[in-house]
């Protein structure tokens, strides 16, 4: 399907690897020009080498820690600086640390909310006014299905990405009559390298193996398995597509049917 995305520019945070590389991948098989931003430069040389190479458009690599107060601002300016505008904006962040409450102290909740929330208004306040003026944008956020529905021994993340979804709902209101939509993204238990991290974790805390946790959280998914980046990529592609332009301040779980919430 052709999205009419071909001549866009998007900036993906996160994006040298798992969801966000799926993400760049889908877009710029669109021909949507990219910027793209993640703590590794290694990684995210090669990534935007390779996506370059392979589908022909522009790819700008950025290394960031996003993290920190003013870095989402300077890949903004730098992104605009490239390519003149920003069209399509992809928060995402690695998940904070896994635990109980009784488990983090007040730096570990600084740093997640730096990381988490604090990231995400930078990003819009930075690139919604360009959004604004051309009245036509928009932004996507990747949160999680702990925000709707907690998951146990994830307290940072089910409060955290919550947030997100708080601001992100009231903004949508706030610029909807611009053209800008803001939608959220709330990947499942997906194949990635999160995923074998949170693996990690619940097999030490339960004293299991790291593949029977894994295989725990795949038979908690209807489907009976984990997600596909591509699939997440899928949606995303089309939320910042113009066939999407009604569709704003929504929140939607990539899950295979983990979320058992109506609404």
């Not at 944008?137 to 990747?142: A, D, E, F, P, T």
Request: charged residues 20%; hydrophobic residues 45%; aromatic residues 4%.
């Amino acid at each position: 399907m052709d999205l009419g995305l071909k001549g866009r520019v998007a900036l993906l945070a996160a994006s040298s690897r798992g969801l966000g590389r799926a993400v760049a991948e889908e877009l710029a098989a669109e021909g949507v020009s990219l910027v793209l931003t993640a703590r590794g430069e290694e990684a995210l040389d090669a990534t935007a080498k390779d996506i370059g190479s392979r589908h022909g458009v522009p790819v700008l690599a950025l290394p960031s820690d996003v993290g920190q107060r003013g870095e989402p601002e300077r890949v903004v300016r730098e992104g605009i600086a490239r390519f003149g505008q920003i069209d399509i904006l992809l928060t995402n962040s690695g998940g904070p640390p896994a635990g109980p409450f009784e488990s983090l102290d007040a730096e570990a909740w600084d740093k997640a909310t730096a990381l988490v929330l604090s990231s995400v208004v930078e990003f819009c306040r930075a690139a919604l006014p360009g959004m604004k003026q051309r009245r036509w944008g928009r932004i996507l956020n990747v949160t999680s299905i702990a925000a709707k529905q907690p998951v146990d021994n994830l307290m940072l993340s089910n409060s955290i990405r919550a947030a997100v979804i708080g601001f992100a709902r009231t903004l949508a209101t706030e610029v909807a009559s611009f053209g800008v939509t803001v939608n959220n993204l709330l990947p499942g238990f997906t194949r990635t390298e999160r995923m074998v991290e949170l693996s990690e974790v619940t097999a030490q805390r339960d004293k299991i193996t790291p593949e029977a946790a894994l295989a725990r959280f795949t038979a908690a998914v209807p489907m009976g398995r984990m997600g596909e980046p591509r699939e997440f990529a899928a949606l995303a592609a089309f939320l910042a597509s113009d066939r999407a332009s009604y569709i704003t301040g929504q929140s939607m779980a990539v899950d295979g049917g983990w979320i058992r919430a109506l609404l």
